[in-house]
């Protein structure tokens, strides 16, 4: 198939899941042409022979205060779809991707061209921005004209059907993650670069921002640091970055709480972590999570929107009530300081991210992709 994948080429997980699918798709053979405004992140198109980057560029003009985004996406939707035979356009993210890529559409039917969309919501595109009164009706037309609609959850699912009326079928496809890769990546784990043999390390990884539960991470460590020798590593960017380093600062443990910018090289990072910290408000899925246990790390979340059909508690680590900072160091600490619990909840914690392999999902979408191309009526 020709496939076109519209999404956000941040570290954002949203665009992390587009990008790992274009390129599994590509291994299979399919044709793959990325939308973008940039390269996404997580992609090297040299190394990928069938895929294609075509970049959207939004001209500054200054009489505009908002430069319209979707108008560049949609006329260069347009273009790709025809220059390349496009057979179907999957976007991820509902804003604005899938308004974009209804407008494309109709384009494109004006020219004979009939193209199916599938879109792929994420989490903060229904439960954070989507739903704001100043989006929602642009947001259900655009969710209701896509030809397929999935969901990473359940939870994120019954949280659109709540929020929208929805007239269209939800399907759940989880996000993935590719085990193999990981396996036979046998990467030198560089451990003694970052703590002492006695120390532990704690990892969290997000984009900071405040839904996050920034200043809880930093809370649970102090907890655990109590009681436990151990280091914090700080993984990403974001607004909430500032409040943390001047905590940290302010308490003294510059030495013990590592903040890492963004990185490519969360493989490296997370193999040498021995707990995983995600105390989130909201959280559709939680992919920073699945990519922790398959390293196997355990994780130690809150049990907000979908984490709890990816984390499970007493298995691959454990969830406590968000904000209840108090049980989340406990539960660390306590896998912390026991050596064969720990080590048991590692293996757990692998097996429990093998039900999310790559080899498992991706068959998913061409399903969706094939039904979608045949559902479109000429
Ligand atoms: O978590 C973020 O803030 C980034 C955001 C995004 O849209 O890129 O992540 C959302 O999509 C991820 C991939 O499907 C999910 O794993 C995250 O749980 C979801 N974030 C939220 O729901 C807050």
């Known amino acids: 198939m020709n496939i076109a994948i519209v999404c956000y080429p941040t570290f954002g997980g949203s665009g992390v899941v587009a990008t790992e699918l274009g390129i599994a798709l590509s291994t299979k053979g399919h044709e793959i042409h990325f939308i ?186 102090e907890k655990v640091a109590a009681q436990v020798p151990c280091k914090l590593m700080m993984v990403g960017e974001g607004p909430e970055k500032m409040k943390a380093v001047q905590y940290v600062e302010a308490k003294g443990l510059e030495d013990r709480v590592l903040f890492l910018g963004n990185s490519n090289e969360i493989d490296k990072i997370l193999c040498f972590s021995d707990l995983f910290l995600l105390p989130s408000e909201q959280e559709s899925f939680g992919l920073s999570a699945l990519e922790a246990m398959a390293h196997g790390v355990p994780v130690i979340s809150s049990d907000a929107g979908g984490i709890s059909e990816v984390n499970k508690n007493g298995f691959s680590g454990y969830l406590s009530p968000i904000g209840d900072i108090a049980t989340m160091s406990e539960n660390a600490i306590k896998l912390l300081l026991d050596k064969e619990l720990h080590s048991k909840f590692k293996k757990q914690a692998k097996a429990q991210a093998s039900l999310f392999s790559l080899q498992k999902i991706i068959g998913k979408y061409e399903a969706i992709y094939s039904d979608a191309i045949a559902s479109i009526q000429y």
């Open 36 to 221: 973008t405004y940039h390269q996404p992140v997580r992609l090297e198109a040299l190394r990928h022979p069938n895929i294609h980057f075509h970049e959207v560029n939004v001209p500054d003009y200054p009489l505009f205060k908002y430069q319209p985004y979707e108008l560049a996406l949609s006329s260069r939707l347009l273009e790709v779809v025809k220059l390349h035979h496009v057979d179907v356009l999957h976007v991820h993210y509902a804003i604005p991707h899938a308004y974009a890529a209804y407008m494309a559409k109709k384009m494109l039917e004006d020219e004979g061209i009939h193209i199916p969309i599938v879109t792929t919501l994420h989490g903060t595109d229904i439960t954070l921005v989507g739903s704001h009164p100043f989006y929602r009706a642009a947001v259900t037309f655009s969710i209701n004209h896509s030809d397929r609609v999935t969901a990473v959850s359940e939870s994120l699912k019954q949280d659109t059907l709540r929020l929208f009326e929805i007239k269209t079928q939800i399907d759940v496809i989880p996000n993935f993650i590719d085990v193999d890769k990981i396996e036979m990546a046998g990467m030198p784990c560089e451990r003694s670069l970052l703590a002492t043999k006695e120390e532990k390390i704690l990892t969290h990884i997000s984009n900071f921002r405040p839904l996050k539960r920034i200043m809880d991470v930093l809370h649970i460590f």
